[in-house]
Nanobody, 122 residues
Framework: EVQLQASGGGLVQAGGSLRLSCAAS????????IGWFRQAPGKGREGVSC????????YYLESVKGRFTISSDKAKNTAYLQMNSLQPEDTGVYYC???????????????WGQGTLVTVSS
């Protein structure tokens, strides 16, 4: 059974940091890229970041460049999203996905995690 378990969300003040984790089981990171989507209250989902399985090239949404860093530990089958200098507009539910990854972001998600809530207060 394929599972993606996202964790690490919480409440943080503007300017603070959080580290999201995405633990995968039922498949390996050699099979898919890992990406993060987020959904702000009342808005649609947007692709935030992704990292391919084959190399270390990464994608970031323009608004998070320089603040967020995606990484993966294949030995642990776990991906991370380090989020620094968080702003209220980063508030939302963050989902990790097993998907494709291109210069336009994560695409064609094959599997979704359950989401973890990030709330940034001003």
């Amino acid at each position: 059974e394929v599972q993606l378990q996202a964790s690490g969300g919480g409440l943080v003040q503007a300017g603070g940091s959080l580290r999201l984790s995405c633990a995968a089981s039922g498949f390996t990171f050699d099979d898919y890229a890992i990406g993060w989507f987020r959904q702000a209250p009342g808005k649609g989902r947007e692709g935030v970041s992704c990292i391919p399985s084959s190399d270390d090239s990464t994608y970031y949404l323009e608004s998070v460049k320089g603040r967020f860093t995606i990484s993966s530990d294949k030995a642990k089958n776990t991906a991370y999203l380090q989020m620094n200098s968080l702003q209220p507009e980063d508030t939302g539910v963050y989902y990790c996905v097993a998907a494709g990854c291109s210069g336009y972001g994560p695409y064609q998600p094959r599997y979704w995690g359950q989401g973890t809530l990030v709330t940034v207060s001003s």
